[in-house]
């Protein structure tokens, strides 16, 4: 029930909300605001991604982790601002200020955290080492590549 009013409210409300903006500013300069949002969500997903892959190099060059959550939430910050809407775009708008990114950040993974289950598979690494299985370690000296040799002639029917 709260999802259905969810779908249909979000809509009515910023169609409410665009009508005011309309009332107040104009129609023109309403659709203009709409439009802009676009290009300004995508550059901030654009940069959200090369911030990513930025992090990503350099704690692959360091050794540490990356800090993938913070990106993560910038991200959806562009997706918001890219969906057309003034609410979205306010919503938007605010996961990418530091204060609030933290603050979802941390609560996202507390709601992560208390839904996700850990799976301990045989022969599966984690930090710690192997969680177990029958895992041998070594290096293959020879892989025979089955594509040179000539396929096997084909064999004839037998009419008995």
């Excluded at 009515?12 to 009332?23: D, F, N, P």
């Excluded at 919503?91 to 200020?97: A, M, R, S």
């Excluded at 950040?105 to 955290?113: F, P, V």
Aim: proline share 8%; hydrophobic share 50%; charged share 15%.
């Amino acid at each position: 029930m709260r999802m259905r009013a969810l779908l249909l409210g979000y809509p009515l409300v910023e169609l409410i909300t665009a009508y005011a903006v309309a009332q107040w500013i104009g129609w023109g300069w309403t659709i203009l605001l709409l439009i802009v949002g676009f290009p300004v969500g995508f550059a901030i997903m654009r940069n959200a991604g090369q911030a990513a892959m930025v992090d990503l190099q350099r704690a692959a060059d360091t050794g540490g982790q990356p800090d993938q959550g913070r990106h993560a939430v910038t991200m959806l910050g562009g997706v918001l601002v890219a969906v057309p809407g003034f609410w979205t775009d306010l919503i938007g708008l605010l996961l990418i200020v530091p204060p609030i990114q933290r603050l979802v950040r941390s609560r996202a993974q507390r709601w992560l955290d208390a839904r996700m289950t850990t799976l301990r598979m045989p022969g599966v690494y984690n930090p710690q080492g192997f969680a177990g299985g029958d895992i041998v370690p070594g290096t293959v000296i020879h892989v025979e590549d089955m594509r040179d040799d000539e396929p096997d002639p084909p064999r004839g029917l037998d009419q008995s």
